[in-house]
């Protein structure tokens, strides 16, 4: 990808080891909020994205990306070894994954989120992607926090039938729509900010969340389907994008 700069912040591919170990060092410090590596397999298969100050310094924000040419390929997929993706795999067209996005503990620079985003969707013109993915963590596994939030995921914004996940392992939660009232400013505020991203857009989610006791997080599979991005969106994007 080519370098995007807007403002005081700018994303670029990861070029060499620091780079990868930069990324690595600023996921471990998100996810487990400690020093040191979050480094897995799937690394090495991808490419690395980092947001950082035009002024110089450690990353501020980070994400991997994962290119497939058809869905066939998504089986090598992080999302694949929590979720069963036999619907998705039967679609055409280049997908793309994007993987443990974070955000520097204790910024909140809505700026980061809006480059991220640019950077994406040049990549997705750029590679022709039909359908763009990920796992979107919540923090912590206890889903109590968050009812309100999955009330809402499983009454309004599952993924269709034709493409949605199925269960790949034992521990999850279902994302159901509950018999209560539904609060819907809670809902939004329980999410992550790129899960909010996603949905602006027409993402889609799984109906259970998966329950990860390495990360201490609670993955919600969300699909994006290029195609479906309503036209003001795409449009604001690709500007974003420049």
Do not use: K
Request: net charge neutral.
């Amino acid at each position: 990808m080519r370098e995007l700069v807007r403002g005081r912040l700018r994303a670029r591919a990861a070029s060499d080891e620091a780079d990868l170990r930069a990324a690595q060092a600023l996921r471990q410090q998100a996810f487990r909020g400690s020093e040191g590596l979050d480094a897995d397999a799937f690394d090495a298969a991808c490419d690395h994205v980092l947001i950082e100050a035009t002024a110089g310094g450690p990353p501020v924000a980070c994400f991997r990306l994962m290119h497939f040419d058809g869905g066939a390929e998504v089986r090598a997929s992080y999302a694949a070894q929590v979720y069963d993706l036999s619907e998705l795999s039967a679609l055409p067209g280049p997908m793309m994954e994007m993987g443990r996005f974070c955000i520097r503990p204790g910024l909140a620079d809505p700026d980061i989120l809006r480059l991220a985003w640019g950077a994406l969707a040049g990549e997705v013109d750029r590679r022709g992607v039909a359908m763009l993915f990920g796992c979107v963590s919540f923090r912590g596994t206890d889903p109590a926090p968050y009812a309100d939030a999955f009330a809402m995921l499983g009454a309004r914004h599952l993924a269709p039938p034709r493409w949605r996940p199925g269960v790949g392992g034992r521990d999850i939660v279902p994302l159901e729509p509950g018999t209560g009232g539904l609060d819907e400013r809670r809902a939004m505020t329980q999410m992550p900010p790129l899960l909010r991203s996603y949905l602006a857009m027409g993402g889609r989610v799984s109906d259970h969340a998966v329950i990860d006791r390495d990360l201490g997080t609670l993955h919600v599979f969300t699909g994006l389907d290029i195609a479906e991005v309503p036209p003001n969106r795409a449009r604001a994007l690709r500007a974003l994008a420049g």
